[in-house]
């Protein structure tokens, strides 16, 4: 409506604008055409009087001037000797010119005076100092009477005034309908937004038919909702897979409790429920320290201060941590190549750490396992390679997701808790980074940490 009355007000303003122009220029041009037939007149009269007449022609056979004026009912002419007391020479016309003697100014060049008469009629008046043919001068007074032009110009402001608000009128409804057609769109914004939920984020705004600003708007709304259903989907599914991942420890935990409690036991049996329990409850603890960790580096708050980090140097202190574990399953563990990224050690001790650990898990006995760090012209990257079983190919696009079990009972009987590899991209994302997986299944697995290159300090 705002918008509506806004153009309406500059469309009235524009015609009242346009109006008040036509006005003037028709009443500047009347005045023109006014004052041109007033001059041409003065010129036939002057050509008269100096080729032809004296003074006592004038009065006695004005027949040259006469013609000149007879048959204009709206020229008045008065010709007058210098006396301006004296008798008039020459007078045509209904209208006294006589008082306008008065005011006469004695020069030959041409004079105008606008003036209005007794009954309201606008006059102009041409006056002029001429000499006769024998020498005498003589007062010419011709005046025009602009009745006629009064009259066109008061017929245009009527019927400005009668189509002014017809015309006000038509600006006002076209200017709604076309504010109405241009926010229809907004309209549509509207209801797809009064649909949205959090129950249901699948309402998408169509871009068909739409201004290029408003298409532009729609399809960042479009993007906008298909991100939030990502991340509520997400959420819910993260939501169903941490309840079933705790249901399982905490049923554990009360059913070995309720079986302990149903009768009285020797103590060594309470003892090995205590230990059970204690696992139970570690491995608890480690799922609430991995979704905390989460947390923090998915949260846009967790960006830290980045310093310059040795790729080698982070992932040889790793393997010195993960010695004596390859030891038990008489692994080797090798580290090649060197480079350095902005970023921050101990999340990137953590990635390494998560990658290394799942290495050793899954290599059999006596295998070796490469750590390679290379350079390249965009990027630095970390790789962790070993021998094993493998990977089948359609579970690899979901490696990196939350709670994703390639084979759920046996990661769960080595105690991991399905965090590790989305801890991994978490904190990859977080250093702006990618992750990446190939596997040959029954021959050879490598996880990939690309880090882009480093800004020059």
Request: hydrophobic share 40%.
């Amino acid at each position: 409506m705002r918008l509506g009355l806004t153009v309406s007000l500059m469309g009235a303003g524009l015609v009242l604008l346009l109006a008040t122009l036509a006005y003037l220029a028709l009443s500047h041009e009347l005045e023109n055409l006014a004052r041109k037939g007033l001059e041409s007149k003065m010129e036939q009269l002057q050509h008269s009087l100096t080729q032809d007449l004296k003074s006592s022609d004038i009065a006695a056979a004005p027949h040259s001037v006469l013609d000149l004026v007879m048959g204009h009912d709206n020229f008045y002419l008065t010709i007058t000797g210098t006396d301006p007391t004296a008798a008039p020479l020459l007078s045509v016309g209904a209208r006294s010119q006589v008082p306008l003697l008065t005011d006469f100014t004695d020069r030959e060049s041409l004079g105008y005076l606008n003036w209005t008469d007794s009954t309201g009629n606008q006059i102009l008046s041409a006056s002029s100092l001429m000499r006769l043919r024998n020498g005498e001068n003589v007062r010419v007074l011709l005046s025009l009477d602009r009745s006629d032009d009064q009259a066109l110009l008061s017929a245009y402001l009527r019927s400005t005034v009668i189509a002014l608000p017809l015309l006000l009128m038509l600006i006002g409804i076209g200017a709604w309908w076309v504010v109405q057609r241009g926010l229809a769109p907004l309209q549509q914004f509207s209801r797809i937004a009064a649909k949205v939920t959090t129950q249901d984020l699948t309402h998408r705004l169509s871009v068909d038919n739409l201004p290029r600003e408003l298409g532009e708007l729609a399809q960042g709304i479009n993007f906008m909702l298909h991100r939030l259903d990502g991340g509520v989907q997400q959420l819910s599914q993260f939501s169903d897979d941490l309840a079933h991942e705790l249901r399982s420890p905490i049923t554990n935990l009360m059913g070995k409790a309720q079986v302990t409690l149903s009768r009285e036991r020797p103590p060594a049996e309470y003892k090995a429920v205590l230990e059970s329990s204690t696992e139970e409850l570690e491995r608890l603890t480690r799922i609430v320290s991995d979704m905390l960790f989460l947390a923090q580096v998915s949260h846009p708050a967790a960006r830290v201060a980045f310093e310059q980090v040795s790729l080698e140097q982070e992932a040889r202190r790793v393997m010195d941590l993960f010695a004596l574990s390859a030891e038990d399953k008489h692994l080797t563990l090798s580290l090649s190549g060197e480079g350095s990224v902005h970023g921050d050690r101990l999340m990137i001790q953590r990635a390494i750490s998560n990658l290394l650990s799942n290495a050793i898990r899954h290599s059999p006995r006596a295998a070796s396992i490469s750590l390679l760090v290379e350079n390249h012209a965009d990027n630095v990257s970390l790789s962790v390679g070993n021998p094993g079983a493998g990977i089948a190919a359609q579970h690899l696009p979901h490696l990196f997701e939350r709670f994703y079990r390639v084979d759920s009972s046996r990661t769960r009987a080595e105690g991991g808790t399905g965090l590790g590899l989305a801890i991994v991209r978490s904190i990859m994302n977080l250093h702006q980074g990618q992750t990446e997986v190939s596997s040959l299944q029954g021959s050879y697995t490598l996880f990939r940490l690309v880090f882009p290159n480093p800004a020059p300090l």
